[in-house]
């Protein structure tokens, strides 16, 4: 039985002061004030009919490394233009970051001096959580979701003994254990307390054994990993179609450039790796064989800020063994990809909890690099993973109105309500 | 009730000494020979479990405007390389083309001596019917499909009488009205006869009223129009994506160099409006509003022969109104990539004959660039086209195999037989 | 010997609300308050060693079809980003263009109420030239230049009797022989009172016999004929080096996307062969042999604004005869790298005004795709022509400091002097 | 006083066996024949006025870790074409490499059986020379040069105490120091006995003070580093138009992909950063400022093979701060532009020692991405590098001739003679 559809819906998100939050929450005031369209946002066409919480409904807080509220955060990544901005200035400024779990054996490129004094992990859990439960009382019961948007980590040591049972990893808290890493305190915090789960990074949290012991005991919803924003994206739409007409791929060179805080992160050798891992086993799951020659190569190029570029080079074989060549050149902007990403996956996580489903919600993983399982091995293709989405969203008038195609684009539901009142 | 599966099946093609065509015959051939793998064929992944006939029972026939045998032609258009070709030279050798319905007013650029001297369309139809005759007594009753793969025409008059119906076409044909096109002969001729009629070319011809009647007449399946192989292709992979993902197509930029007979017959300004034509409305009926700037064009560029090169520039907006740009450059090679579809439409043409059905196959939309259907109008996204085609190709068995996956791959079925005797 | 240095130059151009003149006016004013640098500016290198006029002493007036004054038009062309623009709005908003003359037969897609009401070409001449007498008062005699920046007219009827000699075309004036285009008529008053003459666009006009006795009987330098920005800049840079590593062009394709006022004259296929006419020889003339297949396309993409973008796809053959290709990919702003050019295209003419120079300047080639010379054939060559042009440049101290190195940048002119008054 | 023109000239080259040289050696054979043209060969232009032994006087031998004669090897690159080579492949079959000198030390990725086993650097040079003695006894005195095209090797330790003088070297050699590699082990034995020795790989040999030394007492011409074919071609003609432009270069992102076994050597991290070592300097060098971000990334893509691929992205500022991109993608076949330029230095150096000059010959740069100069610093930019060469070309008859162009293509030097006998 589905609990009632709220009017609002706060988004507690781990780097709240990066470019995809602070451009979410300067488009969430945007539409509420009618300055913008939806564009890009990739559940509109299905509004009114999907029991989503609406656009204008919903509300940014969080932590982050740097202490500037969220209107000097947003200026400085030069993502939203400037006279937009202006516009919203006022209700973005009113938004201050809690101080942020850091740890720099995790994320050595990016670092901040917003960061919570805490003297072991589970001293910060408790700080986390004593944050969201302050959220939640302006929100309502039930109002909050947590997405993880923060920098990449390294990979942790997933053979490392706290992280394989949730009895082991409360004490590893207690004794403030190294493998546990900030990205896992965040998430331990947020599912211990009831809030569903959403991460957008490549940092490993909820798919530990821990974790997901936990998610199921408290059925709580989790979703993630790494959003599929750019390069990814269309490779998962690409790769099935050469698939569906037998161009075999043997090899697959994909580079990107981008200048921003993503992108200084990746530029340690360990947060890089993190970052490859999830985008590169997506290929051979999709053609069902595997790729000789799959190359992917990320560099930190600051003439770009925040307009990440990628360039893909496909060699394909068809026909009697003949050769041909694709290539694609995706001069695409990092937050503006991500930002409506996140805004859907928070609404689609709050339905799940309102429907009383619990652990890696697996119609999501249209939305991720690395989708999180039940168990079985993930979906990649982009097309199958939307008609997946499509029906799940669908479900309680799925009898009547499934069909394969996309539902028609309704009204949008832009309210030129004032702003809710800032989080403090 | 399903006729039982033949061995074999005749393909006669208006065109057979193209570059298509004899791609096609040679990689039959290789294939016989266990020289060559099933990279290409898009339907080589349901061997076994589709009811199709296997690739080693296909053989070529066919017209031209050119006289020399499948070999010599093939040597012309450089699209199996030297070596492969040798080891099928004799076989492809002793096919020689049957003489072509031409008529100068609907195809400037390609022009040849090998055609048939019939002073009436009345008498070219009869003639087309008796190499049909002569084609099916060696095959077999009921082994013969007619495929068009001959070079671009002019757009014919739609508005002239004799195409109106039925009855006015066959007054048309005894008084050799100039309205009555080529490629309608052809189709006329097959359709009339009872043999499936595939359309790879932009040429108008089973689409007319007057042809519409006679394959309910005869019921007889058709399909066409216009083979989906490179950019077109890529387009109706891309646009549902970016319509997925909600981002507004504000323009495409699509432009293709290509050297070889069909780049030469579209330097005619009346056959690349032919062409364009079928290009041109696929882009506004996928994305679901129409595009401000979606240009098309097509160079005879001849330093390239059959290796065409697509470069597409497509602008899209996304969240917050920030535009972006795709670019895709397909270094594609035209008959590598056409060949393996007129194979598996000639394949399903004659699954669809012995299963009944007549008219417009829909399900075989995916290999059209302009498809044709039975009223309704055209599906253009890939992906949707592909699952309609593995529905309709999986019917016999279907309620217990049916799901979203393209079917696992199984053993090819190469033959290592003899080839089967020449078709003169 | 050398006239002495002014510290201002008047520049009248015609078409002065468009995109390249009020960028290159925004720019000066922009420079004189030292709120941008000199990027850009190809001379800035050797400021002070060359006898040219100051950037920051430059001022422009002219003509144009819209009678909005320069901050008005600059607006709509959303070149200049819009804060930069209030900047500098109120020294532009002074200059108000004067009434141009037209004739819709000449340039179709391009057109305006702000035009001459003259009933002939003897009495457009005489305006011309009172508005160039008004301009020459407030700047001094001898201070200024005038240079074309219309929009691309159709080609002229070159074989036509009035553009054959002086005397015909004075007679033609008087006849308001419509063989007269508008582009002859603001060359012939401009050069027939001494004004040097520069033509930025594809135009034809100085080039007509009349005119170039015109210009040897005044005594008047001029240049041209449209300028080398984008796609033709980088294939005079490419094609040298193709040849002096003996790689040998096939073929070259040249495609061109944009969608200011200048793709939307082109869109009009009279002028669109203009402009095709400039670009077509250059490749011939650099390499010394027929390029089989040179292929530019110019299409009108409004999506795009300012923002023009080429792609060339270039096919080589190297050592045995085996081929290669490159493919280059311009990402430009129009008018960003015209309105740089014009400057210094201005401040040449000037200095070979001061030289007593007459006629074609040949040193100025570098700065255009069809340079004007005194009878040879031109040099295409982008190195070679910026050897000759550092040669010109620096003839005065020539035995001293010649080099085949560009010489080093010196101090930029800035002056934070006060604007000059405005143009009325 | 220039010593007489020979009508032939031997090339022993380190490295006979890999893509470059028996590209090389089967063209020249060709060219022999009749059965190529001169494509791809620099100074096929200057003909019968340049002093240079005729190509087909040309005759290759050289060392190589893998035993197979030309031929054989020349078919495992499959650069030339099967049916070209099977015309040549008795010339190639007769020649053997000599055994190389190899250290595992120095490039780990490329390695073989066919080496010296000798205990001590010093018996390597003897045997080296050894070889080179026998040669010359064929070729005649004064006909043999020496190319370097070995694999790339790790960056040696420059400070190492034997590289620092030439007594000190000597020591080293009879203390087989490890600091010592085989490229200089190489360079040592040709200029020691007055080899002209000219270098097309990274690897450090002739720049070492001791070998300075060495060249200067015997007066010996060299030349090197680094065989500038691909990417570094075009940056180096790019980027002096961007700075004749005034566009300012941002940032620089250069990629490549490659298959061959150059590739091979280079996914190791020590070769690999040789190779980065010289293409890096070389942008701010020709721009005159240090470029923030110029990024060079080599990736090992064996799909390709000998077709390298690279792609470039260079971000520039135009007039008034505006970014712009240029986008270079090029489809290069890494051995079919190497071996011209191989064939071009040799004959140059026979030149210079025929000339009687010693040393770094730098009017021989525009050959390489790290041209080696007596003391100054390099000039990389394309075109005055080009001037220089001709200037050097044309030294004897250069009153009368010069000019800036590059003189007019003469008949070429085709001789249909027997191929010279074989070397054993």
Chains 1, 2, 3, 4 share one sequence.
């Not at 919570?116 to 944050?131: F, G, I, L, P, T």
Request: some cysteine; charged content about 25%.
């Amino acid at each position: 039985m589905l609990k009632p559809l709220h009017e609002s819906l706060g988004i507690a998100t781990v780097g709240v002061g990066g470019g995809v939050a602070t451009t979410a929450a300067a488009g969430i005031e945007l539409i509420r004030l009618g300055e913008t369209g939806l564009d890009g946002l990739p559940l509109a066409e299905t509004l009114g009919r999907d029991g989503l919480v609406p656009y204008a409904g919903l509300r940014f807080a969080g932590w982050d490394l740097d202490g500037a509220d969220l209107a000097s955060a947003a200026r400085t990544h030069r993502v939203v233009p400037d006279e937009r901005l202006e516009r919203v200035a006022e209700a973005l400024g009113a938004t201050e970051p809690w101080p942020a779990v850091a740890d720099a054996e995790y994320c050595r490129n990016v670092t901040g001096e917003h960061i919570q004094r805490e003297n072991s992990r589970r001293a910060m859990v408790a700080r986390v959580q004593s944050d969201l439960a302050r959220f939640e009382a302006e929100m309502g019961a039930g109002r909050v979701v947590v997405i993880n948007l923060a920098s990449t980590e390294r990979v942790p040591d997933m053979d490392a003994p706290a992280l394989q049972s949730l009895a082991a990893f409360e004490r590893g808290l207690d004794e403030n254990d190294p493998a546990i890493s900030p990205a896992m305190v965040y998430a331990y915090a947020a599912i211990e307390r009831g809030f569903p789960y959403g991460n957008f990074t490549p940092n490993v949290a909820a798919e530990i054994p821990a974790l997901i012991e936990l998610a199921k005991e408290r059925g709580v919803p989790t979703a993630g990993r790494d959003g599929k924003t750019g390069q990814t994206f269309l490779k998962t739409v690409l790769a099935p179609a050469f698939r569906a007409r037998a161009l075999r791929v043997e090899g697959w060179y994909s580079t990107n450039i981008l200048g921003n805080r993503d992108g200084q992160a990746l530029s340690d050798s360990g947060s890089l790796a993190s970052k490859l891992g999830t985008k590169g086993d997506v290929l051979d799951d999709m053609l069902g064989y595997k790729v000789g020659d799959h190359i992917v190569q990320i560099s930190y190029y600051p003439p770009r800020g925040d307009e990440k570029e990628a360039w893909d080079n496909i060699d394909v074989t068809g026909f009697l063994g003949q050769r041909m060549q694709v290539k694609v050149n995706f001069l695409c902007r990092d937050s503006i990809l991500a930002a409506p990403l996140v805004i859907e996956i928070a609404r689609c996580l709050d339905l799940a909890r309102r429907r009383g489903e619990a652990g890696p919600i697996e119609a999501l993983s249209t939305f991720f690099k690395a989708p999180m399982t039940a168990g079985g091995a993930p979906e990649h293709a982009f097309f199958t993973q939307q008609r997946t989405l499509m029906r799940w969203l669908m479900a309680e008038n799925l009898d009547h109105v499934l069909s394969d195609e996309p539902a028609a684009p309704a009204k949008p539901d832009v309210v030129s309500a004032a702003p809710l009142a800032p989080v403090k």
